[in-house]
């Protein structure tokens, strides 16, 4: 697939552009998507959620009425489950979300959502430039030049920017990344990805 260079004014420079088809070529693979894009979400989960149980009520153990001859159900303790402000039966409990998936799965999945990308013509390629200040204003601006700032959008930069970073940090529908920070996830949730030129060789260079 070949692509076209642009400038961040959204002209082109003449810069022609084939990308690896074994990266942005390949037939999807849905359910490594699926598992990719699962353990990135799993992965955020804190796990800190608990609820008390019975044991860890704060309550009197005094039994509440005698065993027999009240003629209703036999209650030992206010801490039961059953009763208003007693421990929770089954409740969670801190745990990890955590799970393994290979490297050479996730970087199927990578390389298929990529590939969708690829197929939807949802990739834009952007000379590298350079932001002497954080300017939001200006990033906009640059957005609109590529016609990528109506819908979500993935901006993917060879290296680590602060300025362009932070000049993007109160636009909601844009997120800013290094080709380092690059996952599965981060590209399905886009509508449109702008990588500035070169990304495309780092993704190349590490496949092999």
Do not use: C
Not at 20 to 47: C, M, S, T, W
Not at 120 to 139: D, H, Q, R, S
């Amino acid at each position: 697939m070949e692509l076209s260079v642009y400038k961040i004014d959204g002209t082109e420079s003449g810069k022609k552009v084939t990308l690896d088809a074994e990266i942005f070529g390949i037939e999807p693979n849905n359910h490594a998507i699926y598992l990719d894009v699962k353990q990135y979400l799993a992965n955020q989960r804190q796990g800190t959620h608990k609820t008390k149980e019975k044991w860890e009520v704060a309550r009197s153990t005094k039994k509440i009425i005698r065993q027999k001859g009240s003629g209703g159900a036999r209650h030992g303790s206010t801490k039961s489950p059953t009763m208003v402000g007693g421990g929770r039966a089954f409740g969670p409990q801190p745990r990890d979300y955590r799970f393994k998936l290979n490297k050479k799965l996730k970087q199927l999945a990578r390389f298929s959502a990529l590939s969708y990308k690829a197929q939807e013509n949802a990739i834009t390629l952007v000379e590298p430039f350079a932001m002497e200040a954080p300017k939001t204003k200006e990033f906009i601006k640059i957005l609109e030049n590529l016609k990528a700032n109506s819908r979500r959008t993935l901006f993917v930069l060879p290296e680590n920017s602060d300025n362009i970073y932070i000049s993007s940090r109160n636009l909601q529908n844009v997120n800013v990344i290094t080709v380092d920070e690059i996952n599965t996830y981060a590209i399905m949730n886009s509508y449109h990805m702008v990588m500035v030129d070169g990304v495309q060789d780092i993704l190349a260079e590490r496949r092999k």
